[in-house]
């Protein structure tokens, strides 16, 4: 069953920007918290940036001041706009539902395919 569809990365050059999508299935989206997500190669997933319901945010410092993440609960649909991209910023991008277990945000669903965003010159 697909959950998440990630779409909107591509190849940039760095300083430059991309806005990703997430696509949600089902009825859960208008009242979840929603995160984005990236690993890179050779490197564990990490969580970057996160969204309420109501629309409050939380960044990763690695991204704070340079992505901003937004959503349409009408179109059950969350959005990355990443701005001044760097060579570090290259990685598959995923979205997920989030929770907080035992103190810490964590990941509720199957991961969907993800979204590669590569950064070079």
């Known amino acids: 069953q697909v959950q998440f569809v990630e779409s909107g990365g591509g190849l940039v050059q760095p300083g430059g920007s991309l806005r990703l999508s997430c696509a949600a299935s089902?009825?859960?989206?208008?009242?979840?918290?929603m995160g984005w997500y990236r690993q890179a190669p050779g490197k564990q997933r990490e969580l970057l940036a996160r969204i309420s319901n109501g629309g409050s945010a939380n960044y990763a410092d690695s991204v704070r001041g340079r992505f901003t993440v937004s959503r349409d609960n009408a179109k059950n649909t969350m959005y990355l706009q990443m701005d001044s991209l760097e060579a570090e910023d290259t990685a598959v991008y995923y979205c997920n539902r989030v929770i907080i277990v035992f103190g810490r945000p964590t990941a509720v669903d199957a991961w969907g395919q993800g979204t590669l965003v590569t950064v070079s010159s």
């Open positions: 089902g009825s859960f989206f208008n009242t979840a918290t």
